[in-house]
C-alpha cells in the first residue's frame, strides 16, 4: 500500500438473509461506502467518511469544520505484517475482518 488517503467503493452485500425481520437484513441487500486507508502507528484502518454532511464550498475552515463535526467511522484494523520503509507490503485481514 503506497496510497493511504486515496479514497475507493467499498460494496458489501448478504449471501443470505435472517428471515422474517424489521432490521432489513434480506437476502441480496448491498450497502455501499466511500473509505480509504490511513495509517496510525502500527495499524492500518479502514475509515469511512460521512457523506451525508459536507460542505461544498471553497472556504476550507468551514469544510474543515463540518468535517470535524460530524465523525468518521472506522470499519476496520490491520496489524502491519510486512513493510519497507514508508510502504506497506502485507497486512493481516483475517483479525482487521473477523470481529
Known sequence: MSRFGEEFLYVTTLAS???ANDL??????????LVRFERVGPRVLLVE???QYRAETENA???RGVEQQFARSVLAGFAVEAEEGERVWQISL??????
Open 61 to 63: 475552515a468551514l469544510a
Open 24 to 33: 432489513g437484513l434480506d437476502r441480496g441487500s448491498t450497502r455501499s461506502a
Open 94 to 99: 483475517v483479525e482487521g475482518l473477523m470481529w
Open 17 to 19: 438473509g435472517v428471515g
Open 49 to 51: 467518511r460521512s457523506l
